[in-house]
């Protein structure tokens, strides 16, 4: 799926097989990437292949939202910039929170406790320091075990 227009782009890159929550989890975790600045998504992207998981990517929030909002169930995890032209990151939440039942984790190099405690009171599931260790994005997938554990509870 790959997707260009003037209110901005997405691009899908798939690893090998979607995830089926049983023998190959958490290979194939669709994850939606949300990053204004081209060389994080690109980063991002290639960490998170190397983890086997499927990524989409969006430069701005808007077109994330239209993506979530088009392909209901079509992803298990957002991870998303928390300063953005179009709509933060915040912003961006809430809406996924009010709409969707999705985990999202924020991502910024702003590490003051004031707006990592803003993420964290809004609904995210985690906050994230740029750069980010491609070790810690093994593990999100524990996120959306969490998440789906608490649903059928």
């Known amino acids: 799926m790959n997707s260009s227009n003037g209110n901005g782009s997405m691009s899908t890159a798939s690893s090998s097989g979607a995830w089926d929550g049983r023998d190959q989890f958490p290979a194939g975790l669709r994850v939606l990437v949300v990053d204004d600045d081209p060389t994080c998504l690109m ?19 808007e077109t994330a939202l239209s993506v979530l909002r088009e392909h209901k169930n079509g992803f298990d995890i957002v991870i998303s910039d928390v300063h953005m032209p179009d709509m933060d990151g915040f912003e961006l939440l809430k809406h996924i929170d009010s709409e969707m039942d999705l985990p999202v984790i924020l991502i ?18 985690d906050y994230l320091i740029k750069p980010v260790r491609i070790e ?8 959306v075990v969490r998440k789906k554990a608490r649903n059928t509870v």
């Open 108 to 125: 910024s190099a702003d590490a003051t406790k004031q707006i990592v405690m803003k993420g964290v009171t809004y609904g995210a599931c």
């Open 136 to 143: 810690t994005l093994k593990n999100i997938w524990q996120h």
């Open 43 to 61: 980063i991002f992207e290639k960490m998170l292949k190397t983890c086997l998981y499927q990524v989409t990517k969006c430069n701005k929030a």
